[in-house]
């Protein structure tokens, strides 16, 4: 399930978009629009796999916490990877820790989804999606 199932969602979701973009402040934006738009329901009642396979069974057995971390490194550094070439295109601000950056996002993500399951407050989770757009808009260069 995690090989096939969460990692292909990862990949699927956040990380070929990413791929195909010459702007990845822009794509980053528009999935997690596209994300909370699509399925707030399903998150407000399932949250995200793989969240939820970390918080309930990850100190339960060192394999399976590896390959749960596997999928947070590959999802991180798939942004972080991304975000180095928005740099080189000049869509990216040169002075961003693209690491930190990377988990960052993956962090407010996995949160915004564990806030849905537990809150089941739309309108709350739409409203911290928001703060973090405003987040993404903070990685563009300053406009000269």
Same mark, same amino acid.
């Given at each position: 399930?995690?090989?096939?199932? /969460?990692? @292909?969602?990862? +990949? ?7 791929? @195909? ?7 980053? /934006?528009?999935? $997690?629009?596209? /994300?909370?738009? *699509? ?6 009642? $399932?949250? $995200?796999?793989?969240?939820? !396979? ?36 000049? +869509? ?5 820790? !693209?690491?930190? +950056? @990377? +988990?960052? /996002?993956?962090?407010? $993500?996995?949160?915004?989804? @564990?806030? *849905? ?6 309108? !709350? ?5 928001m703060v973090l757009r405003q987040f993404f808009e903070t990685l563009r260069p300053a406009a000269t």
């Amino acid at each position: 399930m995690i090989d096939e199932v /969460i990692q @292909g969602w990862i +990949t699927e979701r956040w990380l070929a978009p990413l791929q @195909g973009s010459n702007d990845p402040v822009t794509t980053l /934006i528009e999935t $997690c629009q596209e /994300i909370m738009t *699509a399925s707030p329901s399903e998150q407000m009642a $399932c949250g $995200c796999p793989l969240n939820n !396979l970390t918080q309930e069974l990850a100190n339960n057995d060192e394999g399976f916490r590896g390959s749960l971390l596997a999928l947070f490194d590959l999802w991180r550094k798939g942004i972080a990877a991304n975000l180095e070439r928005g740099q080189e295109l000049g +869509t990216v601000r040169r002075d961003i820790d !693209l690491d930190a +950056t @990377g +988990t960052f /996002i993956v962090s407010a $993500c996995e949160g915004l989804a @564990g806030t *849905a399951k537990s809150t089941h407050d739309r309108k !709350l989770v739409l409203s911290t999606a928001m703060v973090l757009r405003q987040f993404f808009e903070t990685l563009r260069p300053a406009a000269t």
